[in-house]
Structure formats: structure tokens, C-alpha cells
């Protein structure tokens, strides 16, 4: 099952690849996982005072020479370099806590100097990374120096057997010396029973260890997520940018190839149908063969009426006259043309409140034109169908899936950098240019199953 969504790139950027399964409970301090948590305590630590100090450096001088124009440029150099200290703690986490956090956009310098200025101190990368600097002192002084406590009095208990007797002698209670820990005025763990309850306590705390040691490291996953990802405007501003760009290039694509059939094809046959027209006329003027001249004209008015076929069906590709009576009616039309049998059950909510947006309308067109024609020419269906319903919500959203019974298989194919994507590619960058989702599921031995979901009142609303 191939599934593609527009949320596929926030989940991601967010979790990255899948972590290690966690060891057992026994096994956890011995465990990679746990040394590389508990190392990375240890370098956020090293790292946090010189973090902290570029914070307030930050907020202290962008605060202390705003006064000056040139000030305002440096502070904002300032809050930009907090990117270079959120790549360093992306880098550890991922080297040591397996969580893959992607990078926020690149910085792009606008035009004119005061725009510079503002969206350098406006950076929210930047900030968002200081306020982590901020945060990561308090929480790494915490977090190492219980972790470090927690595996230091588990390792001295496990041991104590045998360093007890090197500790100085007291005196107990009793009027006795006494080698060991003292708790009270004359308990002292100085026995083999109580030698062996040291040892226990040890052992229960080592165990311990790695999960107090991963409830920081949580806590740090958490922040890195939370504040050195991209947020998720930034990573949906990135995904329509894309898709503009996608469907820029379709437009463009699309033009050539009506310019193409123009030239190859229409005008290839009009130029022969002036060139015959041009020959019965000299035969005409110069007295000759009336009947040669009537088959030119015969001629001529054959590829007339087939110049003008191929422009109703080039204008189709541009927009069908169907859909200038709605999506319902150009669906049927699309149905009853098809090779295959196509079932459309469009429910009567869909438009009930009025047409779709034309945009939309195209959209939706076209995608079961191209999944109708997908099933008919590489799955081997022997039926389609075809349904269109609203869903409930704030904004609401028209849902169309469409389903045949072919032998499956099928995958959106992502572009390859060489400008050449299929067809299911180009459908899903369609679809998410307005905001929508794109979901195909196709096993092996079918069904195909693609759904669709397109907005109704954003971006576009209703015509």
C-alpha cells in the first residue's frame, strides 16, 4: 500500500526515521541507548553555559544598541547566529537520542536594507532557538546532576562490600568502633546482612538509572521538537511553494503540448486544406477539370471538418464544455464516454449550496479523467467507480474517491530531477496546490482505491 498525504512531510520532519526499540528493564544499563542518553546529558551540559551566555548576550545587546542603525544590523547577525547553535543540538539529537529533527527554512535576505534589518531581528528560527539555549541550562544542570547521582549512589551501593572497610573507624552507641555508612546514632552498615541490603539498594537504583536518565532525555527530545523544527506554517508555506512550482511546470508542459498538436496537427491540415482550396481556384480560373476541382474541394472539406474535430478535443483538454453545466453532469458525460463502464454517484449536497469553484471543478475533473483512463490502459479493470460527497467540518471539503477492480500495483512515482514524473505524481501536485490530500491504495492483485480531498471554502470558497 503506497499512501501519500499533504501531512506526510510535517510528521516527518518531526519524528524522522523510526527509533531503536527500547532494551528491557534488566538490560537497560548495560544498554548502547542509555550510555548515548546519558553522553548526551553530559555534552548538552558542557555546551549550555556557553549557549546561555549567547542568549542574554543576544537579548541584552539587540535591547542596548537598537539605538543605532548599524546596531540594529549586528543584533540581527546576533539572533541569526542562533541557527548555527540549533544545528549543533539537532546534530546531537540525532547522533544520540535517534530523533531526526529536519532544519527550518534558510534565512533568504529580502530586498532593501530596512527590510534586511526587520526580518533579521524578526527571525523566528532564530528566537525559537534562543529561547531552547535559554531553557537548556536550568534543565541540563537538573538532568545530568540527578542522572549522574542516581548512577553514582547505585554503582557505590553495588560496591560497597568492598570499599566499606577502607572508610574510618567511629564510634558507635554501643562504645564500639565501627567501619561504614551511619544512619542514625548506631545503625552502621558494617554486617553481611546489611552489606548484602546495601548491595540490593544499589542494584535497584542502577536499574533505575536509565529511566530517570530517559525522562530528561524525553524532556529534550520534546523541546528540540518543539522549538528547533520547522514550525508548522514555515513547512506548509515550503509544500504550496512546491507545489506552485509543480504546477507551474504542468501549465507550461501542458501549453507545449497544445502548441505542439497545433502545429503537428491542426495546422498541418489547414495549411493542406489552403493549398487545395488554392488548386481547385487555378483550375477554376484556367478552364480546367471541373470535376478535379470539385474532388479538391471535396478534399478540403473533409480536413475542414477534421481540423475542427481535433480543436473541439484540444479544446476539451483545455476545459470541457460539460463542466459549463457542473461537476455532475461533466462526470456523467466523462462516464459515458469512457471505454470502460464507470458508475458516478455524485451526492446532491455537493453542490447543493451552488458550483464549486471553477478551479476546483477543473481539479476534479481532470483527476478522474486521468484515474478513469489509468484503470482503463494499465490496470486491466473491467469497471470503475466513481464517488463525490461532502464532508462535514469548519471549512468543509468535497471528498472523491475512485475505485476499480483492476490488478493494482499502482505508486506515485516521485520526480526523478529530470523534469519526468508520472502520472500520479502530477495528480497528487494538482491536488495539493489548493490545499487538498491526495491518498492512493492499490495491493497487489487490487482493488486501486484513490481518495481525494478538496477544500471547498479555502483557499478558493465557493463560485
Known amino acids: 500500500m503506497t499512501t501519500m498525504t499533504v501531512d506526510r512531510l510535517a510528521a516527518g520532519s518531526a519524528t524522522g526515521p523510526a527509533t531503536r526499540p527500547g532494551p528491557g528493564f534488566l538490560t537497560a544499563p548495560l544498554a548502547g541507548r542509555t550510555w548515548r542518553e ?33 546596531g540594529l544590523f549586528v543584533a540581527g547577525a546576533v539572533v541569526l547566529g542562533a541557527r548555527g547553535w540549533a544545528a549543533a543540538y539537532r546534530g546531537l539529537a540525532r547522533d544520540l537520542l535517534d530523533v531526526d529533527v529536519a532544519a527550518p527554512a ?44 542516581f548512577l553514582g549512589t547505585g554503582l557505590g551501593g553495588l560496591t560497597y562490600w568492598f570499599w566499606y572497610r ?46 530517570i536518565t530517559r525522562m530528561f532525555t524525553m524532556l529534550f527530545r520534546a523541546l528540540t521538537r518543539g522549538l528547533l523544527s520547522p514550525t508548522r506554517a514555515s513547512l506548509r508555506v515550503a509544500e504550496l511553494e512546491r507545489s506552485r512550482t509543480g ?33 481547385a481556384r487555378e483550375h477554376l480560373v484556367d478552364g480546367g477539370d471541373v470535376e478535379q476541382a470539385a474532388e479538391l474541394v471535396d478534399t478540403a472539406h473533409s480536413s475542414t471538418k477534421e481540423a475542427l474535430t481535433e480543436l473541439r478535443e484540444l479544446a476539451r483538454g483545455i476545459h470541457p464544455p460539460a463542466l459549463d453545466s457542473g461537476l455532475t453532469v461533466a462526470l456523467e458525460t466523462l462516464a459515458a464516454r469512457s471505454a470502460l463502464p464507470v458508475t458516478v454517484d455524485v451526492e446532491p449536497a455537493v453542490e447543493a449550496d451552488g458550483r464549486l469553484a471553477p478551479a476546483l471543478e477543473s481539479i476534479a475533473y481532470f483527476t ?23 464532508l462535514g467540518g469548519t471549512n468543509g471539503a468535497v471528498r472523491i474517491r475512485v475505485r476499480d477492480d483492476g490488478r493494482g500495483g499502482a505508486a506515485v512515482v516521485p520526480p526523478d530531477g529530470s523534469g519526468l514524473r508520472s502520472g500520479l ?32 471554502a479555502t483557499p478558493f470558497g465557493r463560485a
Not at 39 to 48: E, F, H, I, K, T
Not at 117 to 139: E, K, N, Q
Not at 186 to 196: E, G, K
Request: glycine letters at 8%; proline letters at 6%; charged letters at 15%.
Open 166 to 211: 577502607f572508610l574510618p573507624p567511629q564510634l558507635g552507641s554501643d562504645g564500639e568502633l565501627h567501619r561504614g555508612a551511619q544512619f542514625g546514632q548506631s545503625y552502621f552498615l558494617d554486617t553481611p546482612p546489611r552489606l548484602a541490603l546495601a548491595a540490593l539498594a544499589g542494584l535497584v537504583v542502577v536499574l533505575c538509572w536509565p529511566w
Open 247 to 279: 504546477t507551474v511546470d504542468d501549465a507550461d508542459a501542458r501549453l507545449r503540448s497544445i502548441e505542439r498538436d497545433l502545429h503537428d496537427g491542426t495546422q498541418a491540415r489547414l495549411v493542406a486544406v489552403a493549398m487545395q482550396l488554392g488548386e
Open 38 to 70: 546519558q553522553g548526551y546529558l553530559a555534552l548538552v551540559l558542557l555546551l549550555a553555559p556557553f549557549a546561555f551566555t549567547y542568549t542574554i548576550f543576544a537579548v541584552s545587546f539587540t535591547a542596548g544598541i537598537a539605538v543605532t542603525v548599524v
Open 425 to 456: 505524481a502530477g495528480l497528487a501536485e494538482r491536488v495539493r496546490s489548493v490545499d487538498g490530500t491526495f491518498d492512493l491504495s492499490s495491493p497487489a492483485g487490487g482493488p486501486t482505491v484513490v481518495t481525494v480531498t478538496l477544500p471547498t
Open 106 to 149: 534558510p534565512y533568504v535576505r529580502p530586498r532593501g536594507f530596512w527590510r534586511t534589518v526587520g526580518s533579521m531581528l524578526g527571525d523566528a528560527a532564530g528566537w525559537r532557538a534562543l529561547l531552547f539555549m535559554f531553557v537548556a541550562l536550568p534543565l541540563s544542570i537538573l538532568s545530568f546532576a540527578v542522572s549522574v547521582t
Open 368 to 390: 478522474v479523467a486521468e484515474l478513469v483512463t489509468n484503470a482503463a490502459k494499465h490496470a486491466r479493470a473491467t469497471g470503475v467507480y466513481v464517488l463525490v460527497e461532502p
